[in-house]
């Protein structure tokens, strides 16, 4: 059941990480305009069993007055709140402490700060850590999210008491990571990634809803336009089965995907969402109203 909304506030990014998987950076299109966050909000209402709302990017703290606003409204509606944020606006602790103030008094359930190598190297006196400081000052839950380089693991193959995987302490290879953090990585046989490891395609629990209306249950993968069609009939309507890609996802994975729609491929790829990846970016000319938007591809909009 569904139960949490993530607005991708904007793709505007100030950095431009290895790992992003949305493609942000300073020069990425898109943020949400005021009314259609009052528009999603009131859907979700309709929804009925939204409790989650969350704010993030991109990095929402770039469009403030906006992400407040929503807050706002999202908290008079009665949802749980959460932020999730880079922390460049975390100077110093009490500067923090000022940008998360008003946070504080609207009330919010959750703020997910990154704190890893890829926003601050080697750095032990980041910015996170202001931001973590400054939370627990004013009494806002935080947690970290941590994604780690990509590593190779030797001797994992419980069959056979061999072979390598890839651990990555989060790091999913799609968008920008298949781009940057690839090389050197071992791969599988395409054959053996029949599955989607990773998303449940049937029983929805979240979406991301970007500024251009797409309602993505992975990130590329849309269920429909909301500036189109109401957030709440996107929902109802919903059929695995109907769906190009995520029928095939469901049945067996990328490899089905790609044989289904003849698609060439390579011999192996790290993983499967690095191969479903590669085989949506193959076809995102054959479904743009499905793979979108271009932006999470890496793709200029057209």
């Given amino acids: 059941m569904l139960n949490g909304i993530h607005f991708i506030l904007t793709y505007a990014c100030n950095y431009t990480c290895d790992h992003c998987f949305l493609y942000c950076g300073p020069n990425s299109q898109g943020t949400f305009m005021l009314n259609q966050i009052k528009q999603i909000l009131d859907e979700a209402v309709k929804i009925g069993s939204i409790e989650w709302i969350y704010f993030e990017g991109g990095e929402p703290f770039l469009y403030y007055p906006i992400m407040i606003e929503g807050l706002r409204l999202a908290k008079e509606r009665g949802f749980k709140l959460g932020l999730v944020t880079n922390s ?174 003849n698609v060439r491929y390579n011999d192996s790829y790290v993983d499967e969402c690095h191969f479903c990846y590669d085989v949506r970016l193959k076809l995102i000319n054959k479904f743009p109203k499905y793979l979108c938007p271009r932006q999470v591809y890496g793709l200029d909009e057209e």
């Fill in 88 to 261: 460049y606006w975390a100077t110093s602790v009490k500067d923090a402490e000022i940008w998360l103030r008003p946070i504080s008094e609207i009330g919010i359930d959750s703020i997910d700060i990154s704190d890893d190598f890829f926003h601050f190297g080697k750095e032990i006196n980041n910015l996170a850590k202001n931001a973590k400081s400054a939370s627990q000052n004013l009494g806002i839950p935080s947690c970290s999210i941590n994604i780690e380089t990509p590593t190779i693991e030797e001797g994992i193959n419980k069959e056979h008491n061999k072979g390598t995987r890839v651990i990555g302490g989060g790091a999913m290879f799609r968008g920008r990571a298949v781009e940057k953090l690839i090389n050197g990585l071992p791969t599988q046989p395409w054959d053996e990634l029949t599955e989607c490891p990773y998303e449940d395609l049937i029983n929805l629990g979240r979406i991301h809803l970007d500024p251009f209306g797409n309602v993505q249950i992975c990130q590329g993968i849309s269920i429909g336009n909301a500036w189109k069609t109401p957030l709440s009939e996107l929902i109802n309507n919903y059929v695995p089965d109907n769906h190009p890609i995520c029928s095939s996802l469901i049945r067996g994975g990328p490899s089905e995907l790609a044989k289904r729609y």
